[in-house]
């Protein structure tokens, strides 16, 4: 079984849904992160978490929220989707310590109309 | 504003041959850096790394070289392989900060 798992893996919705994507780790790790990869731009952080008491805004937090509901639990939100937010997003996990490196999710690939 | 930059967006090269990525960087805080690589549907993943107390850090076929003065690291692929067709992504993080910052990916495409 994969260690870092996204849910769903595709999805496409409309302008102003709200939508959750979901990610789960079973490394055991304190932190998490949310990132979006776009063309060009390679991976943005979006948000990141050192245990379920911190959160963190990345460098593109405008238009998303995120839920840490246990150890290795860690959801984003869209609250009213929007066509830039379509992107490949990305949920990591790591070891405290800033050279640990990042286990990554496969990828959510979220469309907007 | 970009603090790290791979200038170029992919790459071919024969199998057998070198592959050379590069990567800048413009924050002189970072003082530690990574290479990650990612195949088509999948998460990126861990290749190499690199404190910036050391020039130089080999891992089989993959070495990475860091250049301080000039910012700039490069990946060294030795032999290439048609399995090593991936994005690879330069990253920089330093210490005391908690984000890692990601370049754009370099497309490397080997030919058999």
């Known amino acids: 079984d994969a260690d870092v798992t996204q849910t769903p893996r595709n999805r496409i919705t409309k302008t102003g849904k709200r939508i959750m994507l979901e990610c789960s780790q079973t490394?055991?790790?304190?932190?998490m992160y949310w990132y979006r990869q776009d063309p060009g731009l390679g991976l943005r952080l979006i948000y990141y978490s050192f245990d379920v008491k911190d959160i963190n805004k990345g460098e593109i937090s405008d238009g998303y929220s995120v839920s840490r509901q246990a150890q290795a639990k860690f959801s984003l939100s869209l609250e009213s989707a929007i066509p830039n937010q379509t992107a490949l997003y990305f949920c990591a996990t790591s070891r405290e310590g800033y050279t640990d490196t990042q286990y990554f999710g496969p990828g959510t690939r979220l469309t907007v109309l | 504003d970009q603090q790290v930059k791979q200038n170029s967006p992919s790459l071919s090269v024969q199998e057998g041959r070198i592959s050379i990525l590069n990567c800048d960087y413009t924050?002189?805080?970072?003082?530690?850096f990574l290479w990650y690589k990612k195949y088509p549907a999948e998460g990126p993943t861990f290749l190499i790394s690199i404190s910036s107390i050391k020039d130089k850090n080999e891992d089989g076929r993959f070495t990475v070289f860091l250049n301080k003065s000039a910012k700039h690291l490069s990946l060294h692929i030795v032999p290439s392989q048609p399995g090593d067709s991936a994005v690879y992504f330069c990253?920089?993080?330093?210490?005391?900060?908690?984000?890692?910052?990601f370049g754009a990916g370099t497309r490397l495409f080997v030919k058999a």
């Open positions: 990253a920089a993080t330093n210490t005391g900060g908690f984000k890692t910052i």
């Open positions: 924050n002189s805080m970072f003082d530690y």
């Open positions: 490394k055991g790790h304190d932190r």
